[in-house]
Structure formats: C-alpha cells, structure tokens
C-alpha cells in the first residue's frame, strides 16, 4: 500500500456524489476530482450539470453527469446499472442530495415532512443499497453519507430534517455493521453552518447569522472548500479502517454548550 500522501491518492477510482450541481455536493466532486478521482455528477436538471461538467472538464477532471431525482426508486436503480455499465465500476459514493424546510412542528404539512424524509433519508436507502450491491460483489467500496450537526443537535423549526439527519447517522452505523466484513467502509461527514443556498436564508438574518458565529468555537460561518479535506480522507486508503464513524466539520459546535 502506498504510505503518506500517497494513502489520499484517488487516481483510477470513479465517485458518484448526490446532489453536486452546486454547493456542498459540487466543492465534494471538484475535491475528489482533484485528488485524481473521475467524477459522476448528479441531480435533477440535466442542463445544469452539463454546465458543470464542462467546468470541471476544464479544470482538467474527467466528469461525467447521471441526472435523477434520488427520491425515485426505480429511477435511482436505473442510473446505477447505467454508469456501472456505461461509465465503469463506482469506487466512492457521496450521499449529499439534502434539502431542508423549516417551519413549527405543528405547522408541518405531511407533504413537507414526507419530501424532507424522502430526499434526505429514503433517498440514501434507495442509492446506497443499489450501488452497494455492485460494491459487495467486488468486496470494495466507500460510502460517504453527508450527515449534519442536526444528526446530533437540534434547534426549533428544523425538526424534519434533524429527523432526517439522525435517522441518516444511524443508517450509516448500521451499513458498518453489515457491510464493513465485505470491505464497504461507510462513514459520515456531519457539517456545522455553511454558506450555501440551503441556508441562504439563515445568512441574510443578521441576528440569526451573529448567533451561528456565537455559538460555533472557530466563530464564524464555513466555505464549502473546507469539507474537502475530509471527504478525500473517506474516500481514500487513508481511511481503509475507518467504520461507522461520522466525522463532524463544524468548527467546534458539537464538543461545546
Ligand atoms: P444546496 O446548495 O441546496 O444543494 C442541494 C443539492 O441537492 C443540489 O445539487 C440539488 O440539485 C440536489 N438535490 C436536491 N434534491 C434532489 C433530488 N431529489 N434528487 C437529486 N438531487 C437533489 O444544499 P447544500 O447546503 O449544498 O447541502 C448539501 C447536503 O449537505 C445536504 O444533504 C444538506 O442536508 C447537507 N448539509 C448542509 C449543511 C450546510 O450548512 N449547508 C450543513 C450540514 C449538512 P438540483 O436542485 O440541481 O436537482
Ligand atoms: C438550519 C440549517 C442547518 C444546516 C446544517 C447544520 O436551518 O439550521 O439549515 O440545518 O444546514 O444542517 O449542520
């Protein structure tokens, strides 16, 4: 095996990562495509990945796009089989499709809930359990699974998605238990605040904002580059006995009250 640097080396592994048209998901796909990976970009516009792809192509990454709806079963299926035959074997899936929908618990229509539920949690079933099949049979594979501080924490009106994020964080244990014997490591990464669309919102209300820098330790809102690091250590060898474990990128928001 290779030693240093050389254990985050992912030259000749292909990645699949959910919901990388933009933020989150797309600073994953750029940072695994760096590290030498080949790249499958995923969401719903197709118009919007080509966009992307080409961006990446020019940055010298091989990206290819698969565009479907994660919370579609036999959609997701499909898309699997399709670049397991057309685009080759998928090394490194990154679950990161996600959305979040705030609103007082007893204000929550079913049709909110379930649509939280189902990108954030059913999703990683439908996808992990579809590429995971391919990974078993070849006894190797990583899977990423983007969990949230809210996997852990939770604050008022976000009690969809923390549902969500929980449930995911044990998901995430439970392929360990089952998959880590056949050589799938699966791990999480749990995100504090970042500065994407998805919390556009949250950064536009001063008060809201000051209470994130307040009450994260490195006192500030993260850039989406600075998860890179820790999805390139998941899905390399650096990380072969690594299992079951959610590595929080959050500046400190979990270890403290
Ligand atoms: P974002 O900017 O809103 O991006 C969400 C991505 O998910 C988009 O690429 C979107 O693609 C895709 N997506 C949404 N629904 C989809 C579906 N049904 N099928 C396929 N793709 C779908 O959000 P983000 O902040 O990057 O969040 C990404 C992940 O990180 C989510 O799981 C989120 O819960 C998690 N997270 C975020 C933070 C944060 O602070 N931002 C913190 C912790 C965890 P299209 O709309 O183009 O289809
Ligand atoms: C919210 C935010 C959070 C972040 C993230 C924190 O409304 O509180 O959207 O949920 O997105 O998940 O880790």
Excluded at 109 to 117: I, Y
């Amino acid at each position: 095996m290779a030693r240093g640097v050389g254990l985050f080396d992912l030259t000749g592994r292909l990645a699949l990562v959910t919901g990388s048209s933009q933020g989150i998901g797309l600073a994953i796909a750029r940072g695994l495509g760096e590290a030498g990976a080949r790249i499958v970009l995923n969401g719903r516009h197709p118009e919007k990945l080509e966009k992307v792809a080409a961006d990446l192509q020019n940055a010298g990454i091989e990206a290819h796009i698969a565009a479907f709806d994660v919370t579609d079963h036999s959609a997701v299926v499909q898309a699997i089989d399709a670049i397991e035959r057309e685009v080759g074997a998928i090394d490194i899936l990154v679950n990161n499709a996600g959305i979040n929908r705030r609103s007082p618990f007893e204000e929550i229509r079913p049709d909110v809930w379930h649509e939280v539920m189902g990108t954030n949690l059913h999703s990683v079933f439908y996808v992990a359990q579809a590429a995971g099949r391919h990974m078993l049979a070849r006894k190797r594979g990583k899977i990423i699974n983007i969990c949230s501080i809210m996997s852990e924490l939770v604050r008022p009106t976000v009690v969809p998605y923390a549902t969500a994020k929980g449930g995911l964080k044990m998901m995430t244990k439970g392929l360990c238990a089952e998959w880590a014997k056949h050589n799938i490591q699966v791990n999480g990464i749990g995100p504090g605040f970042f500065k994407t669309e998805l919390n556009a919102p949250l950064i536009a209300d001063e008060k809201f904002s000051s209470w994130v820098c307040g009450r994260t330790p490195a006192g500030r809102w993260a850039e989406v580059d600075e998860l890179i690091g820790a999805a390139v250590f998941l899905a390399s060898d650096a990380s072969n006995y690594v299992n079951g474990h959610i590595l929080y990128v959050d500046g400190g928001l979990t270890s403290v009250v």
